[in-house]
């Protein structure tokens, strides 16, 4: 490994990117990884909690079943195996989408424990490890919050609830993001009463928050909007979560879902001259440089939206800068999908963005209830926001709580990228009796909101 012209720190997807950036431009490269290979994505985030969630949503369809005539059971899980399945599947992506692919594009990935002892050293367990560039991308961590008591009680993270090999009777969820509404409705369809504390899809908005939240209270899912002030134990082993108002909110377990923050615990990111923000996330500008001009960083150490497909692209990014081709990471029309059911999905700007930017804006919102396919589907539980420039009439954002709404959210993705009109929306062809018909329906609103019949 002498001699190499980039080393990335980190082996999920920022730093794969980072890799096979650096193969294609026919330098040389090695990843140093500390853990096991793939990073949060595959081992402890988005591929185990989805298949869980998919698993989870199987059994609640069962038992919501709007086909009376088709009758359907849902009997009782079998975790450990529901568990064993979800490692096979990891373990499966680790060779084919993170050994086979390194070997693919000829890039050596280095196990060990990496530390910058200078500005210009990077030690892998002690022994130098040195290159003329450095692509940080280490991810994050669960957060944990410093409230009162916290530490006296046997919380779960989003990781370790996935691990439990027995479902708890009751579960309470600190926290209302985008994760805490996943493991909320992940426990509550496998059999778990299930509460959560915190500012409810506070990313999205209120149109489709309220979708979701009625969701959950048919769910059985009971959401409390406050924060969360203390954690106590009580006389029956069981945690209590105080919020701001007094109340106290009661389950068997405490599972902490109140953001991450940046795995960078002892990188020697100080002795590098790389800076370092709120917790702990590392400081780069628009071409992902650190305050260290031979430092790079990408992914979710650096802060940036938390979704592996930006932290493969900013994985792209900090390899060609840290080669000698600055560049920069295109934001826009960014699309986020959370896995509820219904799911939340976004693009572009909310109406208060929007309007906080200058923007004169116009709105329309489609229920559910107008889309037939969810006609068809017996669940018209739903809503798709559009919300336009009401000068120009270019699409500026898209939101929706609908089934499959993070599959239409890419043709808004596309509208919102390359500045499409929501006439331009309303005059392309949609297939009849998908849910993706939902975007051509909210752009006629802008035309009309006298009721349409099929097609029409």
Not at 28 to 53: A, D, I, M, R, Y
Request: glycine content about 10%; overall charge negative.
């Amino acid at each position: 490994m002498d001699n190499v012209d980039l080393v990335v720190i980190g082996t999920g997807a920022a730093a794969m990117a980072a890799g096979i950036e650096a193969r294609s431009r026919g330098r040389s490269v090695v990843l140093v990884e500390h853990g096991p290979l793939g990073g949060t994505c595959l081992n402890v985030g988005c591929v185990p909690s989805k298949n869980l969630l998919a698993a989870a949503g199987q059994r609640h369809r069962a038992l919501s079943n709007p086909f009376e005539m088709v009758p359907t059971t849902a009997g009782a899980v079998d975790l450990p195996g529901l568990l064993a399945q979800k490692q096979d599947l990891i373990e499966r992506l680790r060779q084919t989408k993170y050994a086979d692919v390194a070997q693919a594009h000829g890039f050596p990935i280095r196990y060990g424990h990496a530390r910058f002892a200078d500005e210009h050293t990077l030690l892998v367990d002690g022994e130098p490890l040195v290159a003329p560039a450095y692509v940080v991308a280490t991810g994050v961590a669960p957060h944990i919050p410093d409230l009162p008591g916290i530490q006296q009680v046997d919380y779960l993270t989003s990781t370790s609830a996935m691990e439990q090999q027995q479902l708890p009777a009751s579960l309470v969820v600190l926290g209302g993001g985008y994760v805490g509404l996943e493991q909320a409705q992940l426990f509550a369809h496998l059999g778990v009463a299930v509460s959560v504390v915190g500012p409810f899809a506070a990313h999205t908005e209120p149109e489709v928050a309220q979708v979701l939240r009625s969701a959950f209270a048919d769910d059985g899912i009971a959401v409390v909007e406050e924060h969360g002030v203390a954690i106590t134990g009580t006389a029956t082993g069981q945690v209590g979560v105080r919020t701001a108002s007094g109340d106290q909110v009661v389950g068997q377990r405490l599972l902490v879902a109140t953001g991450r923050y940046a795995d960078t615990a002892d990188l020697g990111l100080a002795a590098a001259g790389v800076s370092t923000g709120e917790r702990g996330f590392v400081v780069v500008d628009s071409q992902q440089r650190t305050t260290n001009p031979r430092v790079f960083a990408a992914g979710d150490v650096t802060g940036a939206p938390q979704h592996v497909y930006v932290a493969a692209r900013t994985g792209h990014a900090a390899a060609s800068g840290a080669l000698g081709e600055p560049t920069t990471v295109d934001y826009g029309g960014l699309p986020t999908v959370t896995f509820t059911t219904p799911q939340v999905a976004g693009a572009g700007l909310t109406e208060q963005q929007a309007l906080r930017r200058g923007y004169r804006c116009a709105c329309r919102v489609l229920d559910a209830r107008d889309i037939p396919r969810a006609l068809a589907n017996r669940d018209t539980r739903g809503a798709l926001k559009l919300v336009i420039d009401a000068d120009t009439r270019r699409v500026l954002g898209v939101h929706a709580a609908l089934d499959a709404a993070g599959e239409v959210i890419l043709a808004a993705t596309y509208a919102i990228r390359f500045g499409l009109t929501v006439d331009d929306l309303a005059d392309t062809w949609t297939p009849y009796l998908t849910m993706s018909e939902a975007l051509r329906l909210a752009a006629g609103l802008f035309r009309s909101d006298l009721p349409t019949s099929c097609c029409a």
